[in-house]
């Protein structure tokens, strides 16, 4: 997802900085996704917390947000709820870019 790094909060940008420190690079290893409500930070998914989500046995939101909760660097747990109750679509959207980071997708699994 394109954003200009400028347009974070305060916050949101030292947390993406330390997120790129601990973790790799922006959009190999984590991932914002900027919603009306602030910015949300992800890592790359653990395997099993992938799959775990692959072999749910509905691939429900519940599932959904198993995966988000595991990944999420940025904000805090209230302030995600926060966000999710305000957008509640915005939990597909980061989950989408969790799993690009995990090599979900053609570009992805292609290497480019």
Do not use: W
């Given at each position: ?24 690079e ?16 992800v890592?790359?998914?653990?395997r099993?917390?992938v ?8 691939m429900g939101?519940a ?15 209230a302030e ?6 305000e957008?509640?679509a ?19 699994l292609?290497?480019?």
């Amino acid at each position: 997802m394109s954003f200009d790094i400028d347009s974070l909060d305060a916050p949101a940008r030292e947390a993406l900085e330390a997120a790129e420190k601990e973790y790799g690079e922006l959009g190999k290893k984590v991932a914002v996704v900027v919603t009306a409500e602030g910015a949300i930070i992800v890592k790359r998914p653990h395997r099993a917390n992938v799959s775990k989500f692959i072999d749910s046995e509905k691939m429900g939101s519940a599932a959904m947000e198993a995966l988000v909760r595991s990944c999420v660097i940025h904000p805090p747990k209230a302030e995600l709820q926060r966000i999710l109750d305000e957008q509640p679509a915005a939990l597909a959207v980061i989950a989408s870019e969790a799993l690009t980071l995990a090599g979900a997708g053609a570009k992805a699994l292609s290497g480019k």
